[in-house]
């Protein structure tokens, strides 16, 4: 009897020992800021699409594209956006396991493209990166107290970083003084190959709108055969630095020609359309996660308060109560 046991046991041990390693990839949500605090009601529902990571995005705020100053930590905005905020999202978080991201993120009023920032005077450029430093830095300083996993040092800044490239690679260099964890940078999709100081960062990060479909309700075939004028320059991109890329954004809305320029928010794209955001997320899954160069990415967007959010007839990114909600949860499950 006991070498039969002994058998089984040996047998048991190898079979183990033969199955393949689950991949670990960083299976994210963009945990959008509130007026509120949260609760365990709140973070369920990411634990029911198994994610196990939620970046936290406390923003600061510019008052025109050629302004230079930063506002942020006011008591003029929502909780989440503060640092207040930001700690107790992070902590509540943190009690279930679900690792963290803080992604500060600059807002211009009226929502204007952050990659325009642009000053018009040396003096002005000074006192932007002066007010830059001190945001970063100062949300860098609450991550390390917080024990966040990944620090984002800025999003979707590319003039600002064309412009200034020295001061950028300084101010990676000061925030590695104070913050000890991974770091990376959400590059827009068409500025990540021009991005001067990935060498200094753990990521390469990407907020991934890529367009990949022309079609009105993009099809899985034609979502994957866009996916091959790029999917090859990132893994080259990918190698050529010896980094994991990170897509710090990835996402589309469910419109008609979700797969076309995907980053596009305009409120008078309203022809509903979940199929069309269904497959083309299904192909990114498809294309990106079992990649052994890809670390994972943080879907975008997801709100505090679940059961008010997204929903059947919502036509914008999140996966909130949408068909593609069971698309992300079965495809988290699996890493």
Known sequence: ?????????????????????????????????????????????????????????????????????????????????????????????????????????????????????????????????????????????????????????????????????????????EIRKVYKGKLTYAANWNEYDRTPFWEQLDYIGMDAYFPVSDEQTPTVEACRKGWLKHKPTIKAFSEKYNKPILFAEYGYRSVDFAGKEPWRSDRDMNALNLEAQTNTMQVLFEEFWDEPWFAGGFVWKWFHNHEKSGGLYDDRFTPQNKPVEALIQAQYSKY
């Open 1 to 173: 009897m006991k070498i039969i046991l002994r058998v089984g046991l040996f047998f048991m041990i190898c079979s183990c020992a033969m199955m393949p390693n689950k991949p670990e990839k960083i299976n994210g949500v963009s945990f959008v800021a509130s007026r509120d605090s949260i609760n365990d009601t709140h973070i369920k529902p990411l634990l029911n699409i198994h994610a196990n990571y939620a970046a936290i995005m406390p923003f600061g705020f510019i008052r025109e594209l050629s302004h230079p100053e930063i506002m942020f930590n006011t008591n003029r905005q929502w909780f989440g956006e503060t640092k207040v905020g930001v700690k107790q999202y992070v902590e509540s978080l943190k009690k279930h396991h679900i690792s963290i991201m803080i992604k500060p993120q600059i807002w211009v009023r009226r929502g204007e493209f952050t990659g325009g920032i642009k000053m018009t005077s040396e003096a002005d450029w000074k006192v932007l990166e002066v007010s830059y430093s001190q945001f970063i830095l100062e949300y860098a300083k609450v991550a390390q107290e917080v024990k966040a996993e990944i620090f984002c040092v800025g999003t979707e800044l590319e003039t600002f970083i064309d412009n200034r490239p020295e001061y950028w690679k300084q101010l990676i260099s």
